[in-house]
């Protein structure tokens, strides 16, 4: 089993938690915590180790966010068709159904993972310039990625299989 999967199933694991997660409100309303969990980190300086409960509450909010919302009543929209497209990319083991996207996905999945080290070396130098670059550095390939999935979605549903 595969990072991708190892890391999905913890967060979605089972179909019904996938189509929840396809709501839109569950979709934006954990998209934007980042902000807050780097506030929740960034606040170690002003509140020390209390810090660690809104960090806690996020990550929770993070863990059960898919399953809180109902399945939405049509996934005819853009956040929909990221998520659903996200579980083809999570699902398919031999690669062919992505084949097309395949280079594109790694790419993008490396452009967060240096915005990533971006913002933990802003966070942990307290560095607010350095923080934000990591930030919308992950929000731009992250967004990016998204809608990378909404064009896999897309394919399949042109020609399953």
């Known amino acids: 089993m595969d990072a991708k999967r190892i890391i999905a199933g913890f967060f979605l694991p089972d179909d019904e938690s996938w189509l929840r997660h396809a709501n839109p409100w569950s979709i934006w309303t954990r998209f934007i915590t980042l902000p807050f969990i780097v506030l929740a ?3 170690r300086v002003w509140i020390g180790w209390y810090c660690l409960v809104p960090l ?24 929909s068709k990221a998520v659903l497209g996200e579980r083809i990319y999570v699902n398919d083991t031999g690669g062919c159904k992505q084949s097309r996207h395949k280079i594109a996905i790694l790419v993008l999945t490396i452009l967060q993972t240096v915005g990533g080290l971006i913002l933990l070396y802003g966070v942990w130098k307290l560095d607010f310039q350095i923080t934000l670059h990591g930030m919308s550095f992950i929000y731009l390939s992250k967004m990016w990625f998204l809608d990378r999935m909404v064009w896999l979605y897309e394919d399949m549903q042109e020609s399953p299989g």
């Not at 059960?64 to 996934?75: E, G, M, Q, T, V």
């Open 41 to 43: 980190v960034w606040s």
């Open 56 to 79: 806690a509450v996020l990550i929770v909010w993070v863990i059960i966010n898919p399953r809180l919302f109902a399945k939405p009543a049509s996934y005819d929209n853009w956040g």
